[in-house]
């Protein structure tokens, strides 16, 4: 026993400690630490691009941003020949993200110069955290596969902010107080919605005779403590993504420091960001992805060739739904509201509307649902709602209380998601009137005035509105007036850049081509395949739009400007010349915004070609596509004295004659009874109820009992 008092320490394998137990663990993983830090630090500083030799970009990046750095992870990838780096950050991104942010803080202080410190000394300077927000081209993964294998691990998910919170101040690190000792103790925050763990007891050993400290002493010292900015985003999925028949799903974003207050409702996002388990997905990075898609070089070239060709136009127009037989107005019309004309703020901050509206109004099965659906596909950003199922609310902004919080937030409707794009409503008509109401401001001054629960504020819905609409009775019906048939109040239709009214017309030889051609388009269709989505590559047309509207901003030239300018009075004319003949106003007034729409449709025909200038003929058709549309609605209906031919009015005259004679003042008859007698002397049956609606028009006749018994007023 001699060997026991010689300082030694002895001990035994025991097997409550496994051979290579966690002390050995630990090692390696500090050395695998220390090591990636050596990694990361010479990958900012060392890595230079393909292309041009000698250029460091991330280097100087970060001394033109000393807040935050975007690397690419392709580049990580190319750099990294054995793959660690870009495998540690993705399977453990908790980890090895702040060892990046901390190489980055370390190469940015070896890249400064020092400085001279009070004392007249150099001293290093101080840097502060730099924010590393990464950024890959991969495929984002759908948010309905995000289980349990990819928590705490890094992810890519795309989709549409649909609530922002306020900017709270979140705690990094907590300075803890003992009540007892005074004792001081700092504690790290879990990132992202985790708050601290904070011990249950002082770690001070007491002295002989002091009384020993409590269990749970802490108290929180708040002005110690350090913040980050941080806000939390409510990220829903794209609408286009979302399987026929589902709810859209979605997930929150925690995102902090530098992104901060970067994100308003309705921008769509691709964000990369740990996924992690507290109610919600933590995103410790994101960047605006799809709301700004960066076109290569070629494809730009590619885009400026089609503009310069003289049949750009009618190359696009043979693009809108090709599935659709003729309706070639309404497709030039759909092409105008896709590209849109151009957003102009004035001196006075006054910003005038680029954005296209369109209506059709019309018979059932021409096809109108079958646009909108086009279009929805097509339009770079789009929302395809009904009327029916559509609430003030669901279109505009609802104020919703936070569970967890109870405070009131802003959710963002379809026209608010749909900022920058298109708005589809179909079954216009079938929309309650207090609904109808709410999109009246979005659709001229492109904002949303919200005054609800404390919550006063305006958000942009800078959308174009493309609706769809029968008439009261299902047809449209041509022996009643235009007010009849088109049962809007004029102040939605003056907002209306353009109405068509689409009449489903027998004619036999269009009746034979348009049987034809869907008997064509059933027998060609290729049998759908699982996947129907078509890729990003095969979408030419909805490439070309971005392009178009991020690239060329056409204005006016000053021929063009008083050729419209003398259009526009002659049409004016013209409306108030066919009011004093009828006695009554057209259904669709003619004012200042119909000139405005003629101003945008040009514009929107020069963005097309790629020109920077609307000329004469960009003008001439905008104006003949107006007057096709909304000139033709206006005049349509009983009142449509151009289809009436002088051997139709002649003997219209003569049914009105018959009918007087036929029934003194005071009289009343069946209509039916009437229209018998009066067919017996040879008179057409649609000529003799024409010549009775002119006479009630006139308030000459007065129907009565559900409209089968007609009186004859004085």
Request: with cysteine.
């Amino acid at each position: 026993m001699s060997g026991w008092d010689e300082g030694e320490i002895y001990y035994s394998d025991q097997a409550q400690f496994p051979p290579g137990g966690a002390s050995s663990g630990d090692q390696a993983n500090g050395t695998s630490r220390h090591a990636a830090l050596q990694k990361f630090k010479e990958f900012i500083r060392n890595f230079q691009c393909k292309t041009q030799p000698n250029v460091f970009p991330y280097r100087e990046a970060l001394v033109a941003d000393p807040k935050c750095l975007l690397i690419n992870l392709a580049d990580l990838i190319s750099y990294d020949s054995d793959q660690t780096l870009p495998q540690l950050l993705r399977q453990n991104p908790a980890d090895y993200l702040p060892l990046f942010e901390t190489a980055a803080a370390e190469v940015l202080a070896s890249l400064r110069s020092r400085v001279s410190g009070d004392t007249g000394e150099m001293e290093e300077p101080e840097t502060g955290e730099v924010q590393i927000l990464l950024r890959s081209d991969q495929d984002p993964v759908s948010m309905r596969l995000l289980g349990a294998q990819y928590i705490s691990k890094l992810v890519k998910i795309s989709g549409i902010v649909i609530a922002a919170s306020r900017t709270k101040a979140k705690a990094t690190y907590v300075t803890l107080l003992c009540k007892n000792c005074k004792n001081v103790k700092v504690v790290p925050c879990r990132p992202g919605l985790g708050g601290a763990i904070v011990p249950r007891s002082c770690d001070h050993i007491p002295q002989p005779g002091e009384e020993p400290c409590p269990i749970d002493p802490w108290i929180v010292v708040p002005d110690r403590s350090k913040y980050v900015d941080q806000q939390t985003l409510k990220l829903q999925e794209n609408p286009e993504d979302v399987p026929t028949g589902e709810l859209p799903r979605n997930i929150l974003l925690s995102i902090d420091r530098q992104l901060v207050q970067t994100i308003v409702p309705g921008t769509r996002l691709t964000i990369m960001g740990i996924y992690s388990i507290f109610q919600a997905s933590n995103s410790s990075t994101s960047h605006k992805g799809a709301v700004a898609v960066r076109q290569p070089y070629i494809r730009i070239e590619e885009f400026k060739k089609f503009g310069s060709d003289s049949n750009a136009y009618e190359n696009i127009c043979s693009k809108i739904a090709p599935s659709i037989f003729g309706h070639g107005d309404v497709k030039k019309a759909v092409a105008c509201l896709l590209f849109g004309g151009s957003r102009k703020t004035l001196p006075d901050g006054v910003k005038l509307r680029g954005d296209i509206n369109v209506l059709l109004l019309g018979d059932p099965s021409t096809a109108k649902s079958q646009f909108l659906k086009f279009v929805e596909k097509t339009a770079p950003i789009a929302v395809y709602t009904s009327g029916k199922g559509s609430s003030a609310a669901g279109l505009t902004a609802s104020v919703i209380r936070d569970n967890s919080s109870r405070e009131f937030y802003l959710e963002g409707g379809a026209m608010v998601l749909a900022d920058g794009g298109v708005v589809c409503i179909d079954e216009f008509d079938k929309m309650r009137a207090e609904d109808r109401v709410a999109i009246h401001e979005a659709m001229e001054q492109q904002t949303i005035s919200i005054a609800k629960a404390g919550i006063t504020t305006v958000l942009n819905s800078r959308t174009s509105v493309l609706a769809a609409a029968n008439p009261p009775s299902g047809r449209y019906d041509d022996l009643k007036t235009a007010q009849d048939n088109i049962d809007l109040q004029t102040t939605i239709l003056s907002r209306f850049d353009l109405i068509f009214i689409v009449k489903d017309i027998r004619m036999y030889a269009q009746d034979k081509n348009i049987a034809n051609h869907i008997i064509k388009v059933h027998a060609s269709a290729i049998a759908t395949t699982s996947d129907t989505r078509t890729s990003k590559e095969d979408n030419w047309l909805k490439r070309y739009i971005q392009y178009c509207r991020a690239e060329c901003h056409p204005r006016l030239s000053e021929s063009a400007a008083s050729m419209l300018q003398q259009s526009y009075v002659k049409i004016r004319q013209d409306m108030r010349r066919q009011a004093n003949e009828t006695g009554e106003a057209a259904a669709i007034p003619i004012t200042v915004r119909q000139l405005e729409a003629i101003v945008r449709l040009s514009e929107a025909l020069a963005r097309m070609r790629l020109s920077h200038v609307a000329n004469d003929n960009h003008v001439l058709e905008a104006i003949r596509l107006f007057n096709n549309a909304t000139m033709d609605a206006a005049r349509s209906g009983i009142n449509q004295h151009i289809n009436l031919t002088p051997e139709m009015a002649n003997e219209i005259k003569q049914a009105e004659t018959q009918i007087k004679r036929r029934m003194g003042i005071g009289s009343h008859i069946s209509e039916r009874r009437l229209i018998d007698e009066l067919s017996r002397m040879g008179m057409n049956e649609s000529i003799v109820r024409r010549a009775l609606l002119i006479m009630h028009q006139r308030d000459e006749v007065e129907y009565k009992r559900e409209r089968r018994v007609i009186v004859r007023k004085a």
